[in-house]
């Protein structure tokens, strides 16, 4: 079994969810795919707390795929419940955007599921892959004193 090496954050944003009744399985349990969603909320919460969403690297000529992605499920959550998914930015040199994802339940602080994720600088004009960290990434990384 695989198990997520858990790295320093240089940023870290914890944001809260509840599961919704279209999230659960026959089981009364969340569906496993849903915790995907969930990271994607914290990657979401994550750039509007720290000014590198999704807007703002469209608007600086790329798009940002996903090219790995892991889930390690620990525990269940069910429908009502509430969760804080904290999202982690861990720095690299490379031109790619690293996070780390643990999602708690909230009520008893247990955590449910852990994961990480790896997106890539796309080019939006030429469709090309960004081997060098863009300008707009440099700056938005000084800005933060990430080194």
Known sequence: MRRMKVHEAAL???TA???RFSEVDSMDVVWHGE???YMEDGREAFGRQ?????LEIKEAGYVVPIVDLN???KQSLKYGESAIVETRYICTDAAKILFEYIIFRESDGEVVATGSSMQVF???ETGLLELNNPAFYKAWKE???IR
């Open 17 to 19: 969810l509840r599961v």
């Open 50 to 54: 720290f000014g590198i969403g999704y």
């Open 143 to 145: 800005k933060w004193n």
């Open 12 to 14: 870290t944003n914890r």
């Open 35 to 37: 915790y995907v969603r």
């Open 122 to 124: 796309v080019n939006s």
């Open 71 to 73: 889930i390690q499920y």
